[in-house]
């Protein structure tokens, strides 16, 4: 099974001029926990991505006001990516591996098409699979 199997397809992007509050919105309208930066409309390039967490670490646990802030504020840079022919078992230990829970997926010219998940791992991988994820990715640093 590859990437393109299980990926969620077309996501939301922003670009590092999006304000938060935009992101935000973004994250419920779409019900998901990260949004990929895009460098520009002209460039869809992944060049970071924001996660709540970001917004909650990086701004208002600093104390500072997210409804003035933008992507690029608080974003995480560089990207991780994948590609839609990546093996299902190595995004698996690109997840453990890197401790994350999401990231984008770009096709041959680098442009964002989709998104994989540690929920899409659960829904479709080998159940051993995802447990080993989980697990490794949740534990304490």
């Known amino acids: 099974m590859k990437v393109k199997d299980i990926m969620t397809k077309n996501p939301a992007v922003c670009t590092p001029d ?17 949004i990929p930066v895009i460098e ?37 840079s560089p990207a991780m990516t994948v590609t839609p ?8 230990g690109a997840f453990a591996q890197k401790r994350v829970r999401r990231m984008p997926v770009v096709d041959d010219e680098g442009t964002c098409s989709g998104m994989i998940s540690q929920a899409d791992l659960a829904q479709h991988a080998p159940e051993k699979l995802t447990a080993k994820v989980v697990r490794t990715v949740s534990e304490p640093v």
């Not at 002209?42 to 802030?69: E, F, H, K, Y």
């Open 40 to 76: 520009s409309g002209a460039s869809p390039r992944p060049v970071g991505v924001v996660t709540d967490r970001d917004i909650i670490v990086r701004a208002v646990a600093r104390g500072m006001n997210p409804l003035g802030m933008t992507a690029r504020d608080v974003m995480t």
């Open 18 to 34: 999006t304000m938060l509050p935009e992101v935000a919105r973004m994250m419920v309208d779409r019900d998901c926990g990260q």
């Open 85 to 92: 022919d990546t093996k299902v078992e190595d995004v698996a």
